[in-house]
């Protein structure tokens, strides 16, 4: 599975566009940048030119590096850990296959390892 790292997404959209994305309430800059990412990501599955699942793989990676970036500064916050389940169920929901457990897992991972793109 493709995953669509930094570069990739680059390569649609300009730093000064996914600036836009950021959220106002978010004070740290890469914390800010990987929802920024996320966000381009769920506001253009549809239109990118990429394969449906790799974007919606994709945005669940960069959501987990939010995410685990998030609990890292901030503390556990409920509302993410909620957020990580609607985005499973909206892939599960999306995807023709359905989801692949083990993909997940290795997204998973590779967050875990610290592998950021």
Not at 28 to 39: G, Q, T, Y
Not at 95 to 115: A, R, T, V
């Amino acid at each position: 599975m493709k995953l669509l790292k930094e570069d990739e997404i680059r390569q649609f959209i300009s730093d000064e566009e996914l600036r836009a994305l950021y959220n106002a309430t978010i004070e740290d800059s890469v914390l800010n940048e990987w929802f920024a990412r996320f966000s381009f990501l769920r506001l253009s599955v549809h239109t990118l030119p990429e394969n449906k699942s790799s974007i919606y793989y994709s945005m669940y990676y960069w959501f987990i590096q939010f995410k685990k970036r998030y609990v890292a500064l901030m503390g556990p916050d409920a509302g993410i850990e909620q957020q990580g389940f609607q985005l499973l169920e909206e892939i599960d929901q999306e995807l023709e296959e359905s989801i692949d457990w083990g993909i997940i897992e290795e997204i998973e991972n590779l967050c875990i390892q610290g592998e950021i793109g």
